[in-house]
């Protein structure tokens, strides 16, 4: 049994693909992947599902490459348990949808579905995903094991629902959630079945900046800032009191008065993600020799990093040939999930944090709001005239585990390649 059980919220993009192989990769000792929920980002959730059901395709391609050549092959957790795959949000809740296809192509992998079709699987796996027409008419359960593709399980019920239905079957802190895109389906989910949520172990969250600027404003992280109102909904039930730092919502409604427990959250942000790097050289060492063997795995990977690593070099100064570098924001969060037992990994000294989203602000939309005042805390239920938004009341406010240090940010980029690719 696994050690570690996850679902995977994501919108792949080209570091999310990466944090999946390296989940996939992982022994089923380790962890073992029960859902990937998809949801807008990056890119339109339709190009994030065509991204996943073409990783598996590859993936099944390369087990059999290696097997005919007398090599492992790896991947174990993926051929010990089938992922079921379910479609999301395709909007934010609220916000203007903004995607990051700019950086990561229109289709997300730097336009690799033109640029070698080959390595595209067919259409004909579309239809498994169709919603069901009258969700009321069959049970809210998982998809049967005769529309089991070979290497995941097609749901026709939308993410949120899947969400909750692993919590369901799942005891309780057992399930941990990777929140690696914008948090919409969490958001639905929980606004859904509050109580339900709440079963999950901790959702790990990449998003988010505190101390470093921003990558999409000068304050906003690209997650936070793609649905700022579902984000800080999610983080509102660390609280004690969600009503505190609840944004308003034209979707969704309040929270319960009452629920059982706060949620555990994990925050990843630019601070300790963008301390983990892929270099380019160390990049093209380890892939060249397989490229040169027949690696369908590797000619897929290389094919869209080209891209990523072209351009990098064409936005930022610094990234010119074997020094360009690509952060790793996504798979920081799976290995931090595959390893959370690792003494190395290490909250910040000031967590739990009262971090809060903003989500009407002209210019700090997605921002992650701090109070960096020396004020004293108001311990009891006196409410103070002078504490707007209650920053200072110890029973309102978020309380946001934000993670400082890793077991190694100068080494993880081979790390993960080599988890990968040996």
């Known amino acids: 049994m696994a050690k570690n059980k996850i679902i995977i919220d994501t919108d792949p993009g080209i570091d999310d693909i990466l944090a999946m192989l390296l989940a996939f990769a992982a022994s089923p000792e380790e962890v073992e992947v029960a859902l990937i929920s998809l949801t807008f980002g990056n890119i339109e959730v339709q190009s994030c599902l065509r991204n996943v059901v073409s990783m598996l395709h590859i993936l099944e391609r390369e087990m059999e490459w290696r097997k005919k050549h007398g090599r492992p092959e790896g991947f174990d957790t993926l051929r010990a348990h ?41 259409e004909s796996w579309e239809h498994l995903f169709d919603p069901i027409a009258d969700p009321e008419v069959l049970p809210n359960v998982g998809p049967s094991p005769s529309e089991s593709h070979q290497s995941f399980i097609p749901s026709k019920l939308p993410a949120a629902d899947e969400i909750l239905r692993v919590l369901k079957e799942n005891e309780e802190n057992t399930v941990t959630i990777v929140a690696v895109g914008p948090l919409t389906n969490l958001a639905l989910a929980a606004a859904q079945d509050p109580e339900t949520f709440l079963r999950v172990k901790e959702v790990v969250v990449m998003g988010g900046t505190i101390d470093k600027p921003g990558n999409v404003t000068p304050v906003g992280e690209f997650n936070s800032y793609a649905d700022a109102v579902a984000a800080a909904r999610v983080f509102a039930l660390t609280s004690p009191n969600p009503q505190s730092t609840l944004p308003p919502s034209k979707r969704l409604p309040a929270y319960p008065a009452k629920l059982s427990k706060t949620l555990t959250l994990k925050l990843f942000p630019l601070d300790i993600t963008s301390q983990h790097d892929l270099i380019r050289g160390d990049f093209d060492r380890t892939i060249t020799p397989l490229l040169q063997s027949g690696s369908p795995l590797a000619e897929w ?23 360009a570098s690509l952060t790793l924001h996504d798979p920081v969060c799976v290995w931090y999930a595959m390893t959370a ?22 210019w700090t939309r997605g921002m992650c709001v701090v109070d960096r005042r020396n004020r004293h805390k108001v311990e009891d239920d006196v409410e103070s005239h002078s504490d707007h938004g209650l920053w200072l009341s110890s029973r309102a406010g978020n309380r946001i585990i934000r993670m400082g240090s890793s077991p190694g940010g100068e080494t993880f980029g081979m790390l993960l390649m080599k988890k990968i690719f040996e």
């Not at 909007?91 to 990051?100: E, F, I, N, R």
């Not at 990977?301 to 020094?323: I, S």
């Not at 003494?343 to 002209?362: F, H, L």
Request: proline share 9%.
């Open 301 to 323: 990977v290389d094919a869209f990093m080209a891209h990523v690593f072209q351009t990098l070099e064409r936005l930022h100064p610094g990234h010119e040939g074997a020094k």
């Open 341 to 362: 037992d690792d003494p190395r990994w290490k909250p910040t000294v000031t967590s739990p944090e009262d971090i809060r989203i903003e989500t009407v602000g002209q």
């Open 82 to 122: 089938k992922p079921v795959i379910a479609v999301g949000a395709q909007q934010p809740l609220d916000d203007q949808k903004m995607l990051a296809d700019y950086f990561h192509g229109k289709d997300g992998l730097g336009g690799i579905h033109f640029s070698h079709p080959h390595l595209t699987p067919g």
